[in-house]
């Protein structure tokens, strides 16, 4: 069972950035594809952003395309969300996710996901 714990949410001001971490507690977390969803109070989660095994292939929201970067260091068995230009709009629980079935980015719906973290807020003030 891999445990995955979120950080680095807040308050930021509209146009600025913050950088969420997902630290897993297993090495096993280098074999997997990892995601960040979100979900903004009372509409559904919603995929972000994916990063396969390596890092070599990331894939994102159209919502969050230019602004926000996934990155991993397997070493650190650790995902980031470094999220640049932030809206009102972006503001929401961001949730990293594990899809231990693949390495590769094979899928961006929240019910293939094997492991959650428990989200971390993020609020952007206009």
């Known amino acids: 069972q891999v445990q995955l714990v979120e950080s680095g949410g807040g308050l930021v001001q509209a146009g600025g950035s913050l950088r969420l971490s997902c630290a897993a507690s297993?090495?096993?977390?280098?074999?997997?594809?990892m995601d960040w969803f979100r979900q903004a109070p009372g509409k559904p989660r919603e995929f972000v952003a994916a990063?396969?095994?390596?890092?070599?292939?990331?894939h994102y929201a159209d919502s969050v395309e230019g602004r926000f970067f996934i990155t991993r260091d397997n070493a650190k068995n650790t995902v980031y969300l470094q999220m640049n230009s932030l809206k009102p709009e972006d503001t929401a629980v961001y949730y990293c996710a594990a899809d231990a079935g693949s390495g590769t980015i094979s899928t961006t719906d929240d019910y293939d996901m094997d492991y959650w973290g428990e989200g971390t807020l993020v609020t952007v003030s206009s």
């Open positions: 990063i396969s095994w390596s890092g070599g292939s990331t």
């Open positions: 297993e090495p096993t977390f280098s074999n997997y594809a």
